[in-house]
């Protein structure tokens, strides 16, 4: 059987590695970790650094194809496998994806703007921002994920503090705006320029880190979701992007200075790859992120996905884990409708995304209803 390949062994990379194995090709996973999500569901797991010559070659021997997991590859890996096996996405839209400042500079190609913003790579700019940046949220420009590398500032004074506690590294300063929601569009591209979409879903982030999912008809106004539909196509073209792309956005309050100024819609970030948005795709679609990845990294027919089941995703984080105690999986798992994934993850650290839960429904109120009484049981906030 052809072997497919994934530079990562965490979640993403596990769910990847299930969906092709489920279509009948072998796995070969590169990740530096003894055990990883990944690394433990795989046929072959090339264990060194990601930047390892020797690692690169024995994953090269392995696979056909190579796709990555995670924006934090380095682009260089990326460019030593394309240069001997199709490789997607490429190092190319990797290496934008993966510095804010870049990737800024892409994404107001959408057709809708971003946050306005600021970089800060040096002190004279550091003193040289707008007044009406601030508030803001000083963003590092690499390496950054679930809100980490991330300050909040209020005032100039704020803002020279939280540059100092990045330790000066590349920065990017984003006004703070006015969010009403926020949602997610995932595309898929082909290698012919073919492009297939989910639906926009609605986020709920607490503490920088993704909470819900909520999944469903009438989620948000139809024109807005159609916007997000046609920018997040729109960035996969201006990048000639093959693979699994996801694009963030922000809803922002009606009525507010900055929705007259911006419009309803802002672009925020976009990950080259599936996305924990998208987790309901698995259990509410009839066919996933994952199977869609693997059709794109094997040039195979990619068709318009469809819904056939209302949703709404829970996280589940470290934090649930109180004292190393499993949650109550049988409370949870005897509700209707109710999909439980864990990721084999054996250290249960707060904020840590563990594994996560999709309810699927016949009507958006009834997986509303069936959410919030998992949430309840689990002693995950109401939404
Ligand atoms: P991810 O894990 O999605 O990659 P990240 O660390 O790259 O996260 P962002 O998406 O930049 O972080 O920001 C995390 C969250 O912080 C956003 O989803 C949003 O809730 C909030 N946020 C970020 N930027 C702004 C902004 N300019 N105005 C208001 N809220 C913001
Ligand atoms: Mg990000
Ligand atoms: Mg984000």
Request: aromatic share 6%.
């Amino acid at each position: 059987p052809t072997t497919l390949g994934v530079m990562g062994g965490g979640q993403l990379g596990r769910m990847f590695v299930q969906a092709a194995q489920a279509m009948g090709y072998f796995t070969v996973v590169l990740d530096p970790d003894v055990i990883s999500p990944a690394g433990l569901v795989s046929h072959y797991h090339v264990q060194t650094d990601y930047l390892d010559q020797q690692g690169l070659a024995q994953l090269l021997q392995r696979c056909a194809a190579v796709t990555t997991e995670f924006e934090n590859v380095p682009a260089g890996a990326l460019v030593t496998l394309g240069a001997a096996r199709p490789t997607a996405p490429s190092a190319d839209a990797v290496a934008i994806a993966q510095d804010r400042i870049k990737e800024k500079a892409h994404l107001a190609k959408s057709g809708v703007p971003v946050a306005p913003y600021a970089v800060i790579e040096t002190a004279e700019q550091l003193a040289a921002v707008a007044d009406d940046l601030l508030p803001g949220i000083l963003k590092t420009a690499r390496l950054g994920y679930d809100g980490k590398g991330q300050v909040r500032c209020r005032n100039r004074a704020e803002l020279a503090v939280a540059w100092g506690s990045l330790k000066g590294v590349p920065c990017v300063l984003e006004k703070m705006l006015p969010l009403a929601s926020e949602c997610s569009v995932i595309v898929a591209r082909g290698w012919d320029g073919t492009c297939v979409n989910y639906r926009p879903q609605l986020n709920l982030h607490r503490e920088g880190i993704l909470a819900v999912t909520e999944a469903y008809e009438g989620n948000m106004p139809l024109a807005l979701a159609d916007q997000a539909v046609v920018a997040a196509k729109n960035i996969a073209d201006e990048l000639n992007y093959v693979g699994v792309l996801c694009v963030e956005f922000f809803v922002l309050q009606e009525g507010s200075p900055e929705h007259a100024q911006l419009g309803g819609l802002v672009v925020n970030e976009m990950a080259p790859r599936p996305h924990n948005s998208g987790h309901y795709t698995l259990d509410a679609c009839d066919v996933s992120q994952f199977e869609l990845q693997v059709r794109t990294l094997a040039g195979l027919p990619l068709t318009q996905p469809r819904q056939h089941s209302a949703s709404v995703m829970l996280n589940l984080l470290g934090d649930l884990w109180v004292n190393e105690a499993t949650p109550p999986w049988d409370k949870v798992l005897a509700l209707p409708g109710v999909h439980l994934h864990l990721y084999g993850k054996l250290k249960a650290n707060k904020g840590r995304k563990m594994g996560h839960l999709t309810v699927t429904a016949a009507t958006a109120m009834d997986a509303r209803r069936t959410a919030l009484a998992a949430a309840d049981i689990l002693g995950i906030a109401p939404f």
